[in-house]
C-alpha cells in the first residue's frame, strides 16, 4: 500500500504505538484530516521512511512534535495543524531537506523558531500562525527561503524589526505577520517582491511536484474584508500583504504601488504616518484596503476612485482630511468606512463641507439672476417685434408718396370687391327663398 487516505471522517481514538513501518513499509502519503483523533505523536512514525506527505491536521493531537520524524527523509510535505501540540518546534525539522511544505499553525508551539530551519531550503510554504512563538524574526529568512511563497507567522508574539532585504523572497505570494509585537517602519524593500509585482501570479499547484504530494491539497485561512476566508483551489489568486496589529511606524510605503499584482493589503492598527499616494490606482488587482487606525493625514485621493476591483474599504480612525471623493467606484462604499476622521466631509459622511452649503447658495442666487435676465429679455423682444411690425410699414409709406397712393388703392379695391361679393350672395340666398 502506497497512499491511506482517511480524512473527514469521524474517526476516534489514538494513533498506534506500534512499528507500522513494518505494516506499511512503502507508504508514500498518509492523511487522517478532519477526524476525532486524540493522543500524541507516537515515535514509531520515524519508522515509515519512504512517506512524502503526513496530514494529520484537525484533529485533537496533544503532546509534542516528536524529534524521531526527521527519520522520514522523503517527506514533501508536513501538515500538524489545528491540533493542541505544544512544546518547542523540534531542531531535527532541519534535517527534512525536500520538504516543501510545512504546516504547524493553530497549537500551542512557543520558543524561537530553531536556526536549523535554514536548512529547509526548497521550502515553498512556512505556516506558523496562532501560537506563542517569540523572539525576533531571523533575518536568514531572507537568504534560506528564496523560493518561499507564502510566508505565514500571524498570531504570535514576534518582536524586533521587520527583516531588510525581503526582496529576496523573489516568489513570495502571501506574507502575513499580523498580531504581533513588530516596530519600526516597513523596509523599503518590501516594496521590491517581484511575484507580487506580476499581473498574472503562477498557479500554486506547481508547489508540489510528484504524484503523492499532489494529492493534498494547499490551503490557507485569509483574513480579508473583516472575514477568515478559507483558500484552497483558488489559494492561486491570493497576493496579500497582511502586517496589521502591530507597533509599526513611518510614513505609508509609496512606492507599494509596484506590486500591481496586490490582490489585499492590510496595515491597520499601526502607527503609520504620511499620506497615500496619488498613483495608487496603478494598484487594479487590488481588492482589499485596510489602513484603519493609523495617523495617516491630508486628503484621500481622486485616484482612489478609479479602482475598480476594490471590494473592501476601511480608512477609519485616521487623520484624514478634505472632501472624500465620492464618484466612480469611491460611490460604492458606506459611511463606516471613512468613520472617525474628525476633519472629513462630505457624502457619505454625515458632516458636510462647509464650500458644499456656499455653493448651493451661490447656484440658487445665480439661477434667481439668470432667470430674471431672461424674463427681462423675454419681454423687450416681444415689445421690439410689435413696434418694428408697426413702425416699419409706416415709414416707409410715409416717405415714399407713390407707394402710399398705390397701397391705399390696393386696400379700397379689396374692399369694393369684398362688398360685392356679399351683395351677390345676399340676392341668391333672398331669391331662393321666395
Known sequence: MEYLILSHNQLQG????????????????????????????PDSIGHLSSLEVIDFSSNNLIGTIPSTINNCSSLIVLDLGNNNLFGMIPKSLGS?????SLHLNYNKLSGELPSSLRNLTGLDVLNLSYHNLSGQIPTWIRTA???LVILNLRSNMFSGRLPSLLSNLSSLHVLDLAQNN???????????LKAMAQDHNMSISLLHHNESSSLYEERL??????????????????????LSDNNLSGEFPKGITKLFGLVFLNLSMN????????????????SSLDLSSNKPFGSIPLSMSLLSSLGYLNLSNNNFSGKIPFIGHMSTFEESAFAGNPNLCGTPLVIKCQ???TDKNQSDVEDKIDGGFVDQWFYLSIGLGFAVGMLVPYFVLAMRRSWCDAYFDLVNKIVKWLLFRRRVTYTRNHAQRK
Do not use: C, W
Not at 527534512?96 to 516543501?100: D, E, S, V, Y
Not at 516596530?183 to 521590491?192: A, D, Y
Not at 504616518?273 to 498613483?279: D, Q, T, V, W, Y
Open 355 to 357: 464650500d458644499e452649503g
Open 221 to 242: 485561512i485569509v483574513i480579508t474584508k473583516g472575514l477568515s476566508l478559507e483558500y484552497n483551489r483558488t489559494l492561486s489568486l491570493v497576493v496579500s500583504i497582511d
Open 271 to 286: 502607527h503609520i504616518i504620511g499620506r497615500i499616494p496619488e498613483n495608487i490606482s496603478m494598484l487594479r488587482q487590488l
Open 96 to 100: 527534512l531537506q525536500l520538504l516543501k
Open 14 to 41: 489514538q494513533l498506534p504505538n506500534s512499528n507500522i513501518g513494518e505494516f506499511l513499509p512503502n507508504l508514500l502519503l498518509l492523511s487522517l484530516s478532519g477526524n476525532q483523533i486524540a493522543g500524541t505523536i
Open 182 to 192: 513588530l516596530m519600526g517602519e516597513i523596509p523599503v524593500s518590501l516594496v521590491e
Open 145 to 147: 527561503f528564496s523560493n
